[in-house]
C-alpha cells in the first residue's frame, strides 16, 4: 500500500481557500449577485439570455440549449435527464443544484460557484456527460462527479478540494475497439479528492495541488502530472505508466505497488523515490 498517513495537522477545510499550484492566481470565488429577479423554471426558454436571476425549484424545460445566464443565482433546481449544451453561465452561483445524468455539451462555467459555505455541501454530478466542457475560475469544492465522463473537457485554475471523481473518466469509445482520451485539469487544488479507480488516461494535470488525493486503483496512463503537488498521496495499484512527472513533488511515495513503466522524471526525483524505498544513493 502506498499511502502515508494524513498529517493530523492539515484537513480539508484547511484546503479549500488555498490555491492548486504556484500558478494559481484567484483565491475562492467570492459572488456577490445583487438585485435578484424571481425566475420560475418552466418559463425559461431555449435561446434566452438571463441576468441577475433566482431560478429555484423543478420545472426546467426540456431543451436548454444556447442559453446565456449572468449573475443568476440556482437553488436546489435539478437538472437530471435534461440536455445542456451550447450554453453559457458566468458569475453563477448553484446550491444544492443535481446535475445527475445530465447530457452537458460545449458549455461553459466562467467564475461560478457550485459549493454552499453554509452547509457545506458540492452539486452532484453522479454520472454526468460532460463532452467538450469548460470550468474556469470555479469552485467546485465537495462536488461529487463519480462515474461522470469528462471527454474533451477543460478545468483551468478551479477549487476541487474534496471533490469525488471515483469511477470517472476522461474517455470515448468510438466502435467496439476504438478509445479516444483527453481532457485537461490544470492548475486546480484537487487537496483530498478521490479519483479512486478513475480512468485519467492522458489527462493534464498540470500544476496541480494533489496533496492527500486517493488515487488508488485508477489509470493515469501518459498523464501529464507536471509541477503537481503529490506528496501524502494514497496510490495503491495506480498506473503511471509513460506519465510525465517531471517537477512533481513526489515526497513519500512508495513506487513499489506502482506500474511506473516508462515515466518521465528528472534525476533529483529518481534519488528521492530509490531512497523512499531503502535504496541508499551516493
Same mark, same amino acid.
Do not use: W
Given at each position: 500500500?502506498?499511502?502515508?498517513?494524513?498529517?493530523?495537522?492539515?484537513?480539508?477545510?484547511?484546503?479549500?481557500?488555498?490555491?492548486?499550484?504556484?500558478?494559481?492566481?484567484?483565491?475562492?470565488?467570492?459572488?456577490?449577485?445583487?438585485?435578484?429577479?424571481?425566475?420560475?423554471?418552466?418559463?425559461?426558454? &431555449?435561446?434566452?439570455?438571463?441576468?441577475?436571476?433566482?431560478?429555484?425549484?423543478?420545472?426546467?424545460?426540456?431543451?436548454?440549449?444556447?442559453? =446565456?445566464?449572468?449573475?443568476?443565482?440556482?437553488?436546489?433546481?435539478?437538472?437530471?435527464?435534461?440536455?445542456?449544451?451550447?450554453?453559457?453561465?458566468?458569475?453563477? =452561483?448553484?446550491?444544492?443544484?443535481?446535475?445527475?445524468?445530465?447530457?452537458?455539451?460545449?458549455?461553459?462555467?466562467?467564475?461560478?460557484?457550485?459549493?454552499?459555505?453554509? +452547509?457545506?455541501?458540492?452539486?452532484?454530478?453522479?454520472?454526468?456527460?460532460?463532452?467538450?466542457?469548460?470550468?474556469?475560475?470555479?469552485?467546485?469544492?465537495?462536488?461529487?462527479?463519480?462515474?461522470?465522463?469528462?471527454?474533451?473537457?477543460?478545468?483551468?485554475?478551479?477549487?476541487? +478540494?474534496?471533490?469525488?471523481?471515483?469511477?470517472?473518466? &476522461?474517455?470515448?469509445?468510438?466502435?467496439?475497439?476504438?478509445?479516444?482520451?483527453?481532457?485537461?485539469?490544470?492548475?486546480?487544488?484537487?487537496?483530498?479528492?478521490?479519483?479512486?479507480?478513475?480512468?485519467?488516461?492522458?489527462?493534464?494535470?498540470?500544476?496541480?495541488?494533489?496533496?492527500?488525493?486517493?488515487?488508488?486503483?485508477?489509470?493515469?496512463?501518459?498523464?501529464?502530472?507536471?509541477?503537481?503537488?503529490?506528496?501524502?498521496?494514497?496510490?495503491?495499484? =495506480?498506473?503511471?505508466?509513460? &506519465?510525465?512527472?517531471?517537477?512533481?513533488?513526489?515526497?513519500?511515495?512508495?513506487?513499489?505497488?506502482?506500474?511506473?513503466?516508462?515515466?518521465?522524471?528528472?534525476?533529483?526525483?529518481?534519488?528521492?523515490?530509490?531512497?523512499?524505498?531503502?535504496?541508499?544513493?551516493?
Amino acid at each position: 500500500m502506498a499511502a502515508l498517513a494524513l498529517n493530523e495537522e492539515k484537513s480539508p477545510k484547511s484546503y479549500l481557500a488555498q490555491p492548486g499550484s504556484k500558478r494559481f492566481k484567484a483565491g475562492r470565488i467570492q459572488m456577490e449577485i445583487e438585485k435578484h429577479q424571481p425566475r420560475k423554471p418552466d418559463t425559461i426558454s &431555449a435561446g434566452e439570455s438571463l441576468t441577475t436571476q433566482i431560478i429555484t425549484g423543478d420545472g426546467l424545460p426540456e431543451d436548454l440549449s444556447d442559453l =446565456v445566464f449572468k449573475q443568476c443565482q440556482f437553488e436546489q433546481v435539478s437538472f437530471t435527464g435534461r440536455a445542456l449544451q451550447d450554453s453559457e453561465f458566468e458569475q453563477c =452561483v448553484f446550491k444544492h443544484c443535481n446535475f445527475a445524468s445530465v447530457q452537458f455539451r460545449h458549455v461553459k462555467f466562467r467564475k461560478c460557484e457550485f459549493y454552499d459555505k453554509s +452547509t457545506e455541501q458540492g452539486c452532484n454530478f453522479t454520472f454526468a456527460v460532460l463532452q467538450d466542457c469548460e470550468f474556469d475560475h470555479c469552485d467546485l469544492t465537495l462536488c461529487d462527479f463519480s462515474r461522470s465522463q469528462i471527454y474533451l473537457s477543460k478545468l483551468h485554475e478551479c477549487q476541487l +478540494t474534496g471533490a469525488n471523481f471515483q469511477g470517472a473518466g &476522461a474517455t470515448k469509445i468510438i466502435g467496439n475497439s476504438v478509445e479516444l482520451s483527453e481532457a485537461t485539469i490544470t492548475d486546480c487544488n484537487l487537496a483530498y479528492a478521490n479519483l479512486a479507480g478513475s480512468n485519467m488516461m492522458e489527462v493534464d494535470f498540470s500544476g496541480c495541488r494533489m496533496s492527500h488525493a486517493t488515487l488508488d486503483g485508477a489509470n493515469l496512463t501518459g498523464a501529464i502530472l507536471v509541477d503537481c503537488e503529490l506528496h501524502n498521496i494514497e496510490a495503491d495499484r =495506480v498506473t503511471l505508466n509513460h &506519465a510525465d512527472l517531471r517537477g512533481a513533488m513526489l515526497s513519500g511515495l512508495d513506487v513499489r505497488n506502482i506500474d511506473m513503466t516508462g515515466v518521465k522524471i528528472n534525476l533529483e526525483q529518481a534519488a528521492a523515490l530509490l531512497e523512499e524505498i531503502g535504496v541508499e544513493v551516493t
